[in-house]
């Protein structure tokens, strides 16, 4: 028996060791050492360990052994995983900033329409990930432009959410249209200048003449929203209170998540519970509001909410209260990823025909975009923890102390190399974690959390739940009700009296 299993073993390391020397090969150009392993016999459409020769050569940017094993008849078309050939230089091109494989791909017969995963083409991925000279390329080529993905989305919805206002116009210029929309006004968008002076102007669109137009206003006569002014005036003069990450003995909390954009519902359940009043004023004293991410995308109330929260905090904090917004995901992937995925028409249309990208209203000279700037990933408020996503177990073997997660956001967001970081990296994973919502328990992991915070639970919202709720042991309460899903009303937490109670829309009270 131990022969045969030793036998075995002499079978797989030649094959694993040659599989190896090849990826090898291939990184280092060597094409004499790439026509013996074909001489050998070996199967030119094998996957070795993951991926087809020709993947490999493509995703280290071998154009000269890509043509070689085209010559000796790799399959171009060769499905692994739900991609081709194509979808992988499609990626790669943008990270080498190269499609001259995209080029050869096609000229030697690749499919142009395969679909692939999640029902992207080739030039529909090209779209979605910004590569603006493939998605030329491709459609030049011949790429089929009707083709939707599995959301139902085209070409066209991708390049509108991009960051390319030229490739916008070389569509148009192709006969494709932006779509019109009902007529609208939308801002204030305030930008500070470097004499310190502030300009206002909003974003005008009249669906009669399908035009947008960037209109200036007087900001000292801007709506005669005097407290407008005054809050943008405290702002300005406000100290930096990033390293204020921890507040005691506060009397009330309300907490309200993943208001995405719908301003209608997010006022509904703040006037419901008396946190505001009829005008929209602060009315809650010396109480804590805390909006735990994602204020953004999805809904058309973006603006309007963020206007409301920057005057609430202003009010807040003259009435002895506070108003805490912690950054989510969404807030990241405006303000550092650019990716306008999930922002809802109104935002990308108007916009798009006035040749201006939403993401650089909320750049450093912004007014609103410096305020976002400011703001925290977690806050500690007696004894309880707000974050957006959840705090890993992991963050206390690397001792990730409140101050530095925070320190780590501003620096990330501060920094303007382009760099954008995957979900799970340590800076921004707090806005993404989901592990709290497994169905196995993590009670264990989460007190090793609770101890070394020094709390008693953990709020979080980001993964959607069907009303407030606790779970693992009471020790997570879920606060993710994703507003404007239909059918499903607004709610907040309340916190008083270390109890913990549900509330809707129409101020109704159930203890958790």
């Excluded at 505001?276 to 809904?299: P, S, Y």
């Excluded at 905090?313 to 969404?330: M, P």
């Excluded at 739940?465 to 009471?474: A, C, H, R």
């Amino acid at each position: 028996m131990k022969l045969i299993i030793f036998l075995g073993w002499l079978m797989v390391i030649p094959l694993f060791s040659r599989g190896v020397d090849i990826i090898q090969n291939i990184e280092d150009n060597n094409a004499d050492s790439i026509i013996y392993f074909l001489e050998q016999g070996n199967d030119i459409d094998g996957i070795y360990p993951r991926h087809t020769l020709l993947e490999t050569a493509i995703r280290f940017n071998q154009i000269d052994i890509v043509e070689l094993l085209i010559d000796h008849q790799a399959n171009v078309n060769l499905q692994n995983n739900q991609t081709t050939p194509l979808f992988i230089s499609v990626i790669y091109g943008q990270h080498y900033q190269s499609n001259e494989i995209i080029a050869l791909l096609v000229d030697r017969k690749a499919d142009l329409d395969f679909v692939g995963l999640n029902g992207l083409t080739p030039f529909v991925l090209a779209c979605k990930i910004k590569n603006s000279p493939a998605a030329k390329l491709l459609y030049e080529k011949g790429a089929d432009p009707g083709i939707r993905d599995q959301l139902g989305k085209d070409f066209f919805y991708y390049v509108l959410r991009g960051n390319d206002p030229s490739l916008v116009s070389f569509f148009v210029s192709k006969g494709f249209e932006i779509p019109r929309m009902s007529s609208l006004k939308d801002g204030p968008y305030v930008i500070q200048r470097t004499d310190d002076s502030l300009e206002v102007n909003y974003m005008q669109y009249d669906s009669i003449t399908d035009r947008a137009e960037w209109i200036p206003v007087n900001l000292d006569q801007e709506r005669d929203d005097k407290m407008l002014v005054e809050a943008i005036g405290f702002q300005r003069k406000k100290n930096d209170t990033r390293n204020n990450f921890e507040f005691r003995k506060a009397e009330k909390i309300f907490v309200v998540s993943d208001i995405h954009g719908h301003f209608d519902s997010f006022i509904k359940l703040l006037k419901a519970n008396k946190i505001i009043d009829e005008n929209l004023a602060w009315a809650w004293g010396k109480g804590h509001l805390v909006i735990n991410g994602d204020v953004f995308d999805r809904g058309a109330g973006v603006t309007e909410c963020l206007w409301l929260i920057f005057k609430l905090e202003y009010q807040a904090e003259k009435s002895g209260g506070r108003v805490h917004y912690l950054l989510g995901n969404h807030e990241l992937m405006i303000l550092k990823d650019n990716d306008k995925s999930y922002v809802h028409d109104k935002y990308i249309l108007p916009f798009a025909k006035a040749g201006m990208d939403y993401h650089d209203l909320f750049s450093w000279e912004n007014i609103l975009g410096q305020w976002l700037r400011s703001k925290k990933i977690v806050v500690k408020i007696n004894n309880l923890l707000f974050v957006h996503g959840g705090i890993p177990p992991g963050f206390v073997d690397k001792q990730q102390t409140l101050e530095k997660m925070n320190q780590s956001i501003h620096d990330y967001l501060a920094d303007t190399s382009g760099i954008v970081l995957y979900a799970n990296d340590l800076i921004i994973e707090p806005t993404w974690y989901r592990g709290y919502f497994e169905q196995t328990s993590q009670e264990e992991d989460i007190n090793k959390v609770c101890k070394y915070y020094k709390v008693e639970k953990i709020i979080v919202g980001h993964t959607p739940v069907k009303q407030i709720m606790t779970l693992q042991g009471g020790l997570v309460v879920g606060v993710g009700i994703h507003f404007g899903e239909p059918g499903k009303p607004a709610e907040g937490l309340l916190i008083r009296d270390h109890q913990f109670y549900r509330l809707d829309e129409k101020g109704k009270q159930v203890a958790l």
